[in-house]
């Protein structure tokens, strides 16, 4: 693998975590897999067999083809491989074909897809200020955030279990990310440009790429007290950014655009015809409101059914919460960058249109980057990160998954508090005495729901209890991070003020 060749220079350590995951999502390829995994068959199917032309109106499937084009392409490359396993999986009217030859192809895919995202945590470990670091490797924040990355519980089960490609788009995110702590700029927005081209979830954190780009690169200079220098702003900077978002967008869905087929594309990207709420509730804003309506309604406060309360509004309302205020001081640097796009992926989560579970990853994956700097964001880090790694159990239901899913969630939740509490031991405890209770109820809650429920009366007639429990549980959890998180980047101080970029 290429990524583990690059990981070499920063030490065996680093190797050593990478061959080991690697390893480990060997062992995961027979387990459980989603829909998911039918889903990216047929779009391999649907970008072989069919003229581009056709890509975003076939329909033979129920799952049709609805990530940007970028991936659309991806899928084509890939199928061109697909084809020397199986030439079967690339028909499109073979549905739910899943031959040994096509589990292994689409499994290994994934896997070595993810050498991007070990390139990327190798790159973000060079960002990490290492003042903190012990004499043990163990104690060191480049090993404590490698493994909090590299051994991510969410992406494992999400990507290697449940199946999709989240790995390599995150890698993407992330080195994103680096280069704009790395203060190559316009390296970072073409990443960011690319990233949203292949997965339009990512607009999620746009605004964040935004205004600290229009602030601390089209601005070049500060007065002495950290605030704009009004005629220091850099039209050339501005257009460069421009022209990247320009010729990236062009190479994307022009051809689309030649096609007359643009309104087509954007229907399936945005089919805001969908509800509200997730089949399965994420463990949102909503979920809470939800839950809420519907106790009322069995006390008799409330004639309506599940979420009939919920206002009528657009999705671009639902949009408009989902992004926090930013405010546009560029004193706080790249780490205030890094905070500020957490808090909009976290709002997006919170307040979104049909927000999936999954979409949590989007706000845990960068804010374990914070999580080894100060205890605070650590402590914020340990709380979104347990309560929303739980919310995705019930993706995983097959019992065969159980003890898996169980075990390297205890695994991954322990060292990373454990790890943590070592580095910040000369500070204040990472939990108060409501945080610790709350994230012990996990516990009790996971065997009501997977070993006393089943056995109860209930099962039939109320299977939604399990569901419902769990993704109120932890929506109380992640809303009690986001307010942390919230409070946080408005109250804490400036780290410094910056130089001339």
Known sequence: ???????????????????GVTLLKCLLIPTYHSTDFEVHRNWLAITHSLPVSQWYYEATSEWTLDYPPFFAWFEYALSHVAKHFDQE????????????????????????????????????????????AG???????????????????????????????????????????????????MEGAFLFAVLLHFKHIYLYVAPAYGIYLLRCYCFTANKP??????NSFSFVRLISLGLIVFLVSALSLGPFLALNQLPQVFSRLFPFKRGLCHAYWAPNFWALYNALDKVLSVIGLNDKWFGSAVPTHSPSLSDS????????????????????????ALSSFMFGWHVHEKAILLAIL????????????ASIFLILTTTGHYSLFPLLFTAPELPIKILLMLLFT??????????????????????????LGLGPLEVFCEFVFPFTSWKLKYSFIPLLLTSVYCAVGITYAWFKLYVSVLTDPPVGKTKRQ
Request: include cysteine.
């Open 1 to 19: 693998m290429a990524a583990l060749g690059i990981a070499m220079g920063a030490g065996s350590w680093f190797s050593a975590l990478v061959l």
């Open 89 to 132: 999986m690339l028909n499109v009217h073979n549905l739910n074909y899943a031959s040994s030859k096509t589990l292994l192809f689409q499994r290994f895919s994934v896997i070595i897809t993810d050498a991007l995202f070990v390139y990327a945590v190798h790159e973000c470990c060079k960002c990490i200020d290492g003042k903190k």
């Open 135 to 185: 004499k043990e490797l163990t104690e060191k924040p480049k090993f404590i955030l490698s493994v909090l990355l590299l051994w991510n519980f969410g992406l494992l089960i999400v990507d290697h279990i449940h199946f999709q490609y989240n790995g390599f788009l995150f890698g993407l995110m992330l080195l994103s990310i680096a280069r704009v702590f790395q203060k190559r700029h």
């Open 225 to 230: 007290d950290g605030s704009i220098r009004w």
């Open 321 to 344: 919460l989902g992004h926090p205020h930013l405010h546009s001081d560029c004193h706080i640097g790249s780490r205030g960058f890094l905070r500020c796009l957490i808090l909009c």
């Open 366 to 377: 960068p804010m374990s980057l914070l999580s080894v700097g100060k205890a605070g964001d």
């Open 414 to 439: 322990i060292y990373s508090i454990s790890s943590l509490k070592t580095l910040f031991r000369k500070e204040k405890p990472l939990f108060n005495w409501m945080e610790t209770f709350y994230l």
